[in-house]
């Protein structure tokens, strides 16, 4: 069964102050893996998606990552608006369209 | 281009009373998601349509549960009848092919079964 588990839960930052979150999974070969932002009241909005190992990209402060097993999402230099829930999502070959979603993380960030 | 949408955006029912929900998926995208976030849940995975076609109902809890895409373009999703547990957040997704591509979600419906 497809797994995601993503830390912290919860994460507090100073505005600036410059830190990482992690989405863990376990499929049966990665179809695709996904960042998505969730404001309160709100639906998940995508952020990035990753494919292969190795693989990076960056969107202003953001910037996520993938290895085999994990995938981070970096945040530089966070503002007071970048708080939200960040959401990680997997697909897999043998369930493609099916995403699996961990727990998220919901960021903080204050002025 | 618009995004998903869904309605009604809030539901208050009774238990044994019956919802229907709908979904618009993007113009053009062939796929149609269904999930929901039950509360301090993630968000887990209903249903996949392919144009009017169900490709994969495996999360589907029971069989209060019908969903439609009649004609391949909207959705709705009726939940008869409504139990307790059926309270959460529905949200709905559609992307242009279904392997690996992206999904876009629309809003939610947050449904209350009193």
């Known amino acids: 069964e497809d797994q995601v588990t993503q830390s912290p839960e919860a994460l507090r930052l100073q505005e600036g102050e410059s830190s990482s979150l992690n989405c863990s999974y376990t499929?049966?070969?990665?179809?695709?893996l996904f960042w998505y932002r969730q404001d309160p009241g709100k639906g998940p909005e995508f952020l990035f998606t990753?494919?292969?190992a190795g693989e990076e990209k960056e969107k202003e402060r953001l910037k996520a990552t993938l290895t085999k097993k994990e995938s981070f999402l970096h945040i530089t230099a966070p503002k007071p608006e970048d708080s939200a829930t960040y959401l990680c999502?997997?697909?897999?070959?043998?369930?493609?369209?099916?995403?699996?979603f961990g727990d998220g993380t919901t960021l903080t960030v204050k002025p | 281009e618009a995004g998903v949408t869904q309605f009604p955006s809030h539901s208050v029912i009774e238990k044994g009373q019956t919802v229907t929900l709908r979904c618009d998926p993007i113009?053009?995208?062939?796929?149609l998601y269904w999930y929901r976030r039950v509360m301090g849940k993630e968000i887990k995975f209903l249903l996949h349509?392919?144009?009017?076609?169900?490709?994969?109902e495996s999360g589907m809890p029971n069989n209060r549960f019908l969903a439609e895409r009649t004609g391949g373009t909207y959705s709705t999703l009726k939940v008869q009848p409504a139990e307790l547990e059926d309270s959460g957040v529905y949200f709905c997704?559609?992307?242009?092919?279904?392997?690996?591509?992206?999904?876009?979600f629309g809003p939610g419906t947050r449904l209350t079964v009193l």
């Open positions: 997704a559609s992307s242009r092919s279904w392997m690996g591509d992206t999904q876009y």
């Open positions: 499929v049966s070969g990665l179809r695709g």
């Open positions: 990753l494919y292969s």
């Open positions: 999502a997997v697909q897999a070959d043998t369930n493609a369209g099916k995403s699996t």
């Open positions: 113009s053009g995208h062939d796929n």
């Open positions: 349509f392919v144009k009017e076609s169900k490709q994969d």
